[in-house]
């Protein structure tokens, strides 16, 4: 919720400065790297072992990058949507 709430109330100015198709791009690849932290956070077999503090400070890093990108893609994603639909099915969608 946090990040989400940091995505929010920066997500403005990023917006206004690059379109909103950039930032749902912006948004979408704060989903994935999210979720590559969250991912590493326990370990991959052999390759990348973490320990306890580090494998929980991957987690919450990646909880708070993927929920800035929640911030943003709520943000853009129902506008974008009204820009580029029809116009005669506009206010419907």
Do not use: K
């Amino acid at each position: 919720v946090g990040g989400a709430l940091l995505g929010a109330t920066i997500v403005f100015r990023v917006a206004d400065a690059l379109g909103r198709r950039r930032e749902l791009l912006i948004g979408s690849w704060l989903y994935v790297f999210g979720a590559a932290l969250e991912f590493l956070s326990g370990g991959v077999g052999g390759l990348f072992q973490t320990s306890e503090a580090f494998g929980l400070a991957l987690l919450v890093a990646g909880r708070i990058v993927y929920g800035v990108g929640c911030g943003f893609v709520m943000h853009a994603a129902p506008a974008y949507i009204g820009e580029m639909s029809p116009a005669a099915i506009r206010g419907t969608l």
